[in-house]
């Protein structure tokens, strides 16, 4: 069998030496030169012009579709998990096949559904032919990317929605990247195997052995630079000075205890987007947060931190 | 030997299968250790760590066991040598040994031959190093890789360095609750919700099901949907609690706005329970204690959040609750924690004090009556699971024994 595994020869290397003579290197024809870590890893996606990527999940991209393997991504909202998705298909230039898990979700409608009420219909009320049972089995995201000729991604945005079953109720499907269906009898197995992205929100734990089959990255929240040029990607002719007094304020008002949800790039974007059109000056954002409702959409966060009335912000704890 | 970094992960907490460790070792023998900037210490961590929780243990005993070699080169060393021959640990448990399937092996090993075959060409043709600089430049923004930091700082820092930042200390499961960790955690209480209640009629199963048979009727059943878990919650407040009352509240408001219990109670009480319990601590109006306990049977859940911690004759004495004026009764603070303990279906105890100050004598006598969990994402993990009957898990990484 397997020569690394030296216990199963019946050898035991009972201390360094023999480890070292070499018994086990008769598996591997020679010695290793130097430098041999230092070439050129299969890369395949590093970010788009739409979507910067930190090198850290860059890498853990490019191993999980090099090595095949369901990649797992997980992050506070906004911090771009689904967004990934779109940057990753389009990177490696293949079609993207999402698939929006809600809490009613269950494994098996991504992979087909048996359209039976139609086939009564049909039964009853028109005189198509019955019997081919092929006709009414209508294939979910899943079954869609499986049976694809050409290498595919698959988005499978928020698992954690579902129960807790779905994702164990996953791992035949994704670890052989085939299924069939019970109806037709048929097994469909995929031609090239997709490109599998997981995105999770945290609502609920993830069953171990569904995470050890996964590459894991958690997307940290972006630090002022990186937000810096993510802002750039979406609003390139934003001026220096406004952009840095709003991440001042942004970045402020996420450290603030009070509030329940913390403001997030998107909601970022969209108010830098609303300051520049109503051509508020740099200097209004010292005391105050206009368009605030932008950044915190529960009414009680506001309150928190800003008087209503004035515009003015309540207390300012740096 | 690198191969001690596998045993060293496991000893510091981190469940990592072989199987995770071989996906590893096939990752490094496809030359990924080296892509581009990134480094292995991100590499090991994409494929060996699955949750966000432990990115700090990972970090600790990542800087713990290369600690020293400051030098990226040096760790690519170590794995260099180790890859030259690569022994798999002889201490492999049987389950271990059924987890490899053989397929994976041979895969990986003429993957591995396959990689040395087109090194040594490429190493004649004087072409590596290839891969480490001239990368496109970052995202297409126009800027270079070099100028990315992982952390904050510039770049060029080494893997240890950046471990050692404990940049993911705040995402630590063992840590005492953050309050946005807290809603995320309480719907860990859900999971009460399995394995409960008789099996209920799935229509849509069975409407599905009947009309692919042809109209013949065929019942599915499954478990029930609807959480049958009533839950009391009492939490201390005040006293020593302070420090803690934040937490405590926004634990509070988070189970309330949970309406995925059948009946949700809760009360407050100070220190220990003594005779009344409290729905509004700071006018100290609430029911008698007696009432509540009533209305408690083998339905209910009680979840206890304090810190255990209160002079023993609180907890002892007859009256103890006398001398806070709440009390009128001789029954002891002790006395009413065992008839909490008896009446619901199953208990604990949440301590927002760390585990190694348990062993103060009220805490440990309070721990004989109530299965007692640090208030962290891994305690409450460990409490639902014990709540829900299984078995404990004592091994919960970061846990102090
Ligand atoms: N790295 C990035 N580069 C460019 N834009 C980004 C990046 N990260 C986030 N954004 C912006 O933030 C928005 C939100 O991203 P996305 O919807 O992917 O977040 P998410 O993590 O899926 O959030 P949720 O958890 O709420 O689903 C995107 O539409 C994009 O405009
Ligand atoms: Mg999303």
């Keep these: ?318 | 030997m690198f191969i001690g970094f596998f045993f060293h992960l496991r000893a510091r907490g981190l469940k990592v299968t072989l199987t995770e460790w071989l996906s590893l070792v096939r990752a490094l023998a496809r030359g990924h250790e080296r892509a581009q900037l990134g480094t292995f210490y991100a590499l090991a961590r994409a494929l060996l760590v699955k949750k966000e929780s432990h990115y700090d243990l990972y970090d600790r005993a990542f800087a713990e066991w290369f600690g020293g070699l400051e030098d990226q080169y040096a760790i690519d060393e170590q794995i260099l040598q180790w890859l030259e021959n690569p022994v798999l640990p002889r201490e492999l448990t049987d389950e271990e040994r059924a987890q490899l399937s053989r397929m994976d092996l041979e895969t990986l090993q003429r993957e591995l031959r396959e990689r040395l075959r087109t090194q040594r060409e490429r190493h004649d043709g004087g072409s590596h190093w290839v891969g480490t600089g001239g990368t496109s430049p970052f995202g297409h923004g126009g800027r270079n890789p070099q100028g990315i930091r992982v952390g904050g700082a510039g770049g060029g820092r080494s893997a240890v360095q950046i471990a050692g930042e404990r940049r993911f200390e705040n995402l630590r499961g063992d840590r005492v609750l953050d309050v946005r960790q807290l809603g995320a955690a309480l719907r860990r209480l859900r999971r009460l919700a399995r394995d409960q209640g008789p099996e209920e009629l799935d229509i849509d199963e069975t409407v599905d099901k009947s009309a692919k048979s042809g109209g013949e009727i065929e019942l599915v059943l499954r478990p029930p949907r609807k959480n049958r878990v009533k839950l009391l919650l009492l939490m201390d407040v005040g006293g020593s609690m302070d420090p803690h009352a934040d937490t405590c509240e926004r634990l509070f408001s988070a189970a309330h706005q949970a309406t995925h219990f059948q009946a949700f109670r809760h009360y407050f009480f100070h220190n220990c329970i003594y005779d009344r319990l409290y729905t509004d601590i700071s006018r100290y109006q609430g029911p008698s204690t007696d009432d509540v306990l009533k209305q408690i049977d083998k339905s209910w859940t009680l979840v206890i959040v304090g810190d255990a911690w209160m002079g023993p004759y609180e907890l002892g004495a007859e009256a103890g609750g006398l001398a806070w004026g709440v009390s009128m009764s001789r029954t002891s603070g002790i006395e009413w924690l065992k008839r909490f303990a008896e009446r619901p279906k199953a208990s604990a105890w949440l301590n927002p004090e760390p585990r190694r100050i348990w062993n103060a004598p009220t805490v440990s006598v309070i721990r004989r009556v109530f299965p007692m969990f640090e208030l962290t994402l891994d305690g409450l993990s460990a409490a639902v699971e014990h709540l829900r009957g299984a078995r404990l898990v004592h091994t919960e990484p970061g846990a102090v024994p």
Aim: proline share 5%; with cysteine.
């Design chain 1, 1 to 318: 069998m397997f020569p690394w595994l030296a216990e199963r020869d019946g050898q035991r290397y009972d201390d360094e030496a023999s480890r070292r003579d070499g018994r086990c290197a008769a598996s591997i024809d020679a010695r290793v030169p130097r430098g041999m870590l230092r070439t050129m890893a299969p890369t395949t996606f590093d970010g788009t012009a739409g979507y910067l990527v930190a090198p850290e999940l860059r890498d853990a991209v490019n191993v999980a579709i090099d090595l095949e393997k369901p990649l797992l991504i997980k992050g506070e909202p906004g911090t771009g998990k689904t967004r990934l998705a779109e940057a990753v298909a389009e990177s490696i230039g293949a079609p993207l096949f999402v698939w929006n898990v809600k809490s009613t979700s269950k494994a098996r409608d991504g992979l087909y559904l048996y359209d039976t009420v139609a086939r009564l219909n049909d039964a009853r009320f028109n005189d198509r032919d019955i019997r081919d049972i092929r006709q009414y089995i209508k294939y979910g995201p899943l079954g869609r990317a499986l049976l694809s000729d050409e290498r595919v991604v698959l988005l499978i945005d928020e698992i954690d929605k579902a129960d807790m079953e779905f994702p164990n109720d996953l791992l035949h499907e994704l670890d052989r990247m085939s299924f069939s269906v019970d109806e037709t009898g048929e097994t469909i197995t995929a031609k090239k195997r997709p490109v599998v992205i997981i995105t999770s929100n945290n609502e609920k734990e993830l069953p171990d052995a569904f995470l050890r089959r996964c590459v894991f990255h958690f997307i940290a929240f972006p630090d002022e630079e990186l937000m810096k040029d993510i802002v750039r990607v979406h609003q390139p002719d934003v001026e220096d000075k406004l952009l840095s007094s709003c991440l001042v304020r942004f970045y402020w008002l996420r450290k603030q205890p009070d509030i329940k949800k913390r403001p997030s790039t998107s909601e970022l974007i969209d108010w830098i987007a609303a300051l520049r059109r109503a051509g508020i000056p740099v200097e209004r954002l010292e005391g105050e947060m206009p368009f605030v409702g932008l950044l915190l959409k529960k009414e009680a966060d506001v309150e928190a931190l800003v008087n209503v009335k004035t515009g003015k912000l309540r207390s300012i704890r740096q």
